[in-house]
């Protein structure tokens, strides 16, 4: 009575429990990045992102106003302001403070601190401050104030400018973003089309050696990547040389005509002033699409087995050619294979380091991607922990967003062939 068709297993409880840890192990970190990017560096040194919507207190250094500011009132120099509007914030209470860091809690808000010669410090619980002094400030820098403070939830956009519009060569992240699409959507219909016809011809034709050539694709699948890339990668360098001794001599003077076209140079990886340099788009679509095919074969012709044997056999005798089938009938009933295969490889290439520092290898930073971007942010700004959670944010949304739209098709192209 255990097997009784409709009648829930005895632990499935059990499944959920572990879908339902296997979801939050995925979402936490994921959760935790997004609201890291819209925080300060001090508000990720200081706390968690899980407090991020509560009030937070800590520590800080802040300036009181240059001397370019001061007044006089009543025979004194007075220099007034609120210390949080001195960093651009507007609100924050203040528990306690002092002059120096290594006491910053001598004072309490609402008392006044002896500075000598530069005056007397009164320091309010709303950050509101008051320097009075019998002699005239000098200096173009405030006093500095060390101060313990409860400051409300905030979040800024200014990671995202930085990340995406700065300037600055190790926060190209915009420039990266667009070379990482330049890379992988060539690199994820390349071999969807080379597959699909290669997977119709190994399901429905008949030919010697198809058997043959199934099992050499099934061996592919274990290829390492790390084993054929260096082997690919002088090939696809004497392919390219071939080509531009093809097109005239002397070969440099080829190589500074194609760099001076501009994106046809960085298609065969040519920047000005470069005599011969195989690292282009070209090279990394080649790799991406070599390792690649035997996954795609193998998933598309597993699918297309599967389907209706009559609808082929009845378009044959209404006298449709192999193409027409391929083109109007296998193609529209295949699309949850193909869409499968695509989420595969859309997230394979877009989160690829290894095929991009051999391929894409660049000083300028005309083909620089994502991931090797990040790299180079760790490298140089290994502190700013703000950037990186933004640019690496930045990194996974477009994968999150692919998957999400097409996981249906995912759950359905895995499924292929498994049911007849």
Do not use: C
């Not at 001061?70 to 509007?85: C, R, S």
């Amino acid at each position: 009575m255990d097997n009784i068709v409709g009648k829930k297993p005895a632990l499935i409880w059990a499944t959920h429990i572990s879908v339902a840890v296997l979801v939050f192990l995925w979402l936490f970190p994921t959760v935790g990045l997004f609201v890291s990017s819209f925080r300060t560096g001090d508000q990720i040194a200081s706390s968690g992102w899980w407090k991020a919507l509560f009030p937070q207190e800590q520590n800080t250094m802040i300036r009181t106003a240059s001397s370019d500011t001061q007044k006089q009132i009543d025979g004194n120099y007075v220099i007034e302001g609120n210390l949080f509007a001195e960093e651009g914030d507007a609100q924050g209470e203040i528990s306690v403070w002092g002059t120096s860091s290594r006491n910053i809690g001598v004072y309490t808000p609402g008392d006044t601190a002896d500075l000598g010669e530069d005056g007397m410090l009164t320091v309010e619980a709303n950050g509101d401050y008051r320097l009075v002094n019998d002699t005239e400030f000098t200096g173009s820098r405030g006093e500095r104030v060390f101060l313990t403070a409860k400051t409300p939830p905030s979040f800024t956009l200014d990671n995202y400018r930085t990340v995406l519009f700065s300037g600055k060569a190790t926060d190209k992240m915009g420039k990266a973003f667009l070379n990482t699409f330049t890379v992988t959507i060539p690199a994820t219909v390349i071999p969807i089309l080379i597959a699909a016809f290669a997977a119709y011809a190994l399901a429905w034709m008949d030919f010697k050696g198809r058997a043959f050539l199934i099992a050499v694709i099934v061996g592919l699948l274990v290829v390492p990547l790390q084993l054929a890339l260096i082997p690919l990668l002088s090939f696809h360098g004497t392919v390219v040389e071939w080509f531009i001794a093809l097109v005239g001599t002397p070969m440099e003077d080829n190589a500074r005509r194609f760099a001076e076209v501009g994106w046809l140079g960085r298609l065969f990886g040519f920047a000005p002033g470069d005599t011969i340099n195989s690292k282009g788009y070209l090279g990394v679509w080649a790799a991406h699409t070599g390792f690649g095919l035997p996954l795609a074969i193998y998933l598309l012709r597993n699918y297309m087995v599967g389907l209706p044997k009559d609808i082929i056999e009845n378009a044959r005798v209404d006298g449709a050619t192999d193409f027409q089938i391929f083109t109007k009938i296998i193609l529209p009933l295949s699309f949850p294979a193909l869409a499968s295969f695509a989420i595969f490889q859309f997230l394979w290439t877009w989160n690829d380091l290894l095929v991009a520092l051999v391929f894409l290898i660049d000083s300028s930073g005309e083909t620089t991607v994502m991931t090797r971007q990040i790299v180079e942010l760790l490298g140089t700004r290994g502190g700013n922990w703000e950037i990186l959670a933004t640019a690496a944010f930045v990194s996974i949304a477009v994968p999150l967003t692919v998957f999400f739209f097409m996981q249906k098709y995912l759950v359905r192209g895995l499924l292929a062939g498994s049911v007849k």
